[in-house]
């Protein structure tokens, strides 16, 4: 392995070195932290065969989950190249609508038991290696509401945890935290990936599958504009935020300085990997008042159901090829400077 992510209080490092070292932006320094993107469709399939054929390609009239990694992995340098650190990347996905309540298809590597699917995990060990490779840090998401209720029970629930934990273990990974399941708070059927007790989770992932020395660094994520709970942030090593819905950059700064305040919190990274609020183009938007905060900020762009829109709707196409992409990646190059 090339590439190993660690935290020193409320900072990000990579191989032992801080993260955009010397970096100031607007009078900001930004040294620590660690700009990402939802990209969470890497090893998206549908084995619903009612519904997968809502994700054909345009050119070929079939869905190809071979493809779409495919075209993962070659975009992958680009994004890294624009000062990208980070993705999100989700073992159960996210809605390849971009947004929606109702999920008839199956898009899980988690099967119902709690054993992993080796079709999906070998796509993923492709693109975590790739990473591994280019130098980059893998937001690794265990559950998916919609897709969770899929397993069995509570026990297939944490068998699947420790499993998902072990394979990053026997694999050797040191570039890959966990979150432990996307927005905690919304529509879970399982009340242990609910936010009472999904800190049993991330102890579970930090503690029970510990070995060799080390741990996965570990924590979860709530709905846009909320806070995190007392528990979560007492077990967490990160506190994962969302600014999905945040109209305003105000409430991003104050959502950043609420966190701060809750019980339990002590020096360690807040970090945005999910907000759909853009406007690259003005002095104010979301990315630069979490950055004023010093607050990691990650990119969602939900776009529509069409295969030249964003990166959660499938099929998607990965490449920098949209205004609002390349307006991100701009503006995360104008901040960062130079990377190599």
Sequence with gaps: MKTA??????????????????????GNNIEGLLFNSRMVQGIFDDRNPDTVHRWTYPDTGEWDAERNTREFLCAMPEWR??????????????????????????????EADGSLNPDYMSRLARIIDRADELGMVVILGYFYFGQDRRLTDETAVTRATDNATQWLFDRGYTNVIVEVNNE?????????LQPERVHELIERVKVSTARDGRRLLAGTSYGGGRVPFENVVRASDFLLVHGNGVSDPNRIVEMVQQTREVPGYRPMPILFNEDDHFDFDKPENNCVAAVSQYASWGYFDPGENDYFNGYQSVPVQWQI????????FGKIREIVGETS
């Excluded at 992510?5 to 607007?26: K, L």
């Excluded at 090829?321 to 991100?328: D, E, G, H, L, V």
């Design 184 to 192: 905690c708070n919304v529509r879970y059927t399982h009340e242990i």
């Design 81 to 110: 190249a624009h000062g990208v650190l980070a993705f999100t990347i989700n073992l159960q996905g996210g809605s390849p609508e971009g947004y929606s309540k109702a999920q008839p298809w199956h898009n899980s590597a988690i």
């Design 5 to 26: 992510v660690s935290i020193v209080d409320d900072a990000f490092y990579i191989n032992g070195e801080i993260t955009y070292p010397g970096r100031f932006y607007q």
């Design 321 to 328: 090829n949209t205004p609002r992409k390349r307006a991100f």
